[in-house]
């Protein structure tokens, strides 16, 4: 009767049963259907160590290997920093649109950095006690925020749900103003509130939702929240340093 050693991922201890197993002349597949494997994976265990002579370490050498940029990706790189002075994010989108060739951004800034036009960001390294919202059903919640196209020279407003990461409604505009970012709400509703109309509505201190002149109480009042108030949404004002 086999000793059966189960547990959630692979171990060292779950790896040395499994070539155990092989060793004996047990099958892959009654192998792999007691550890909750695919027989591929058993194979491929079993075939690195009689490569080897040893069981496969877990957490060593796994994942994509690192890709450094080649000389045409740092001519590009120097060019476009040199034309605009963006971060790496920028500069992906810039290299991608002028260029029509694909830098990540996180090699990108690996770059940058190497070169000292970048730093670190000691504050971005550290985990964040908080992650986002995450509402169980759509409508229940969504974001509303602004964007800017440095290429098109255009601003870009979205809402997005919650639950399911949609973009429920957006546009385009030359100013990010009041008046636009009341447009938006009202696309929404033209498109969703027979179907089902949505409750909070998350957004920033930002000048065109009014929010930046809130009092001390918390209280604030502005255009556009009493549009939307007006519709039944409940308004959900971010904390500060908390996108």
Known sequence: MLEIIVSSFL????IRWIIAQKLKGESTSTIAEIQGISPRRVQQIYKEYVKTG???EIG???GRPKKTPSSDDKKLI?????DYKFGACYLEIIIRSKYHHKISHNRIHKYLLSMNLARQESKKKRRRKWCRYEREHSMSAAHIDWHENPLLGLQVCAILDDSSRMIIAGREYVHCNTQNTIEVVDELVREYWDICPLRKLILDHGSE???HRINKDGSWDSEFKRHVEALGIKLILAAVRHP
């Open 11 to 14: 171990n060292g201890k779950k």
């Open 78 to 82: 120097d060019q476009s920093y040199s």
């Open 54 to 56: 040893k069981p496969p």
């Open 60 to 62: 060593h050498n796994i």
């Open 209 to 211: 939702f009014g929010a």
